[in-house]
């Protein structure tokens, strides 16, 4: 769940970090339904952390990389 008090710049940033899993995810052809299946979480709760509304725990952050297929630090690169 996102923080109701987080500042502009931290939502932006978490946005673009959402775009960046997106656009590996969709490199790799894969789609949301596959990747909340492989990181075990519900796809509605995936989809809320590639549009930047969700700010995921490091774990899940993880769980993401290695359900893509790619280093967690692809996923967070700016």
């Known amino acids: 769940?996102?923080?109701p008090d987080a500042p502009?710049?931290?939502?932006?940033?978490?946005?673009?970090i959402g775009e960046q899993i997106r656009a590996t995810?969709?490199?790799?052809?894969?789609?949301?339904e596959a990747?909340?299946?492989r990181v075990g979480m519900e796809r509605p709760n995936y989809v809320?952390?590639?549009?930047?509304?969700?700010?995921?725990?490091?774990?899940?952050l993880i769980l993401i990389a290695d359900a893509i297929g790619v280093p967690l630090a692809d996923l967070v690169r700016e």
């Open 25 to 32: 995810r969709l490199a790799r052809n894969l789609t949301q």
């Open 35 to 37: 990747v909340a299946l």
């Open 1 to 3: 769940m996102p923080r």
């Open 8 to 16: 502009d710049h931290v939502l932006a940033r978490r946005r673009r």
């Open 48 to 60: 809320r952390i590639e549009q930047g509304q969700a700010s995921p725990l490091l774990d899940t």
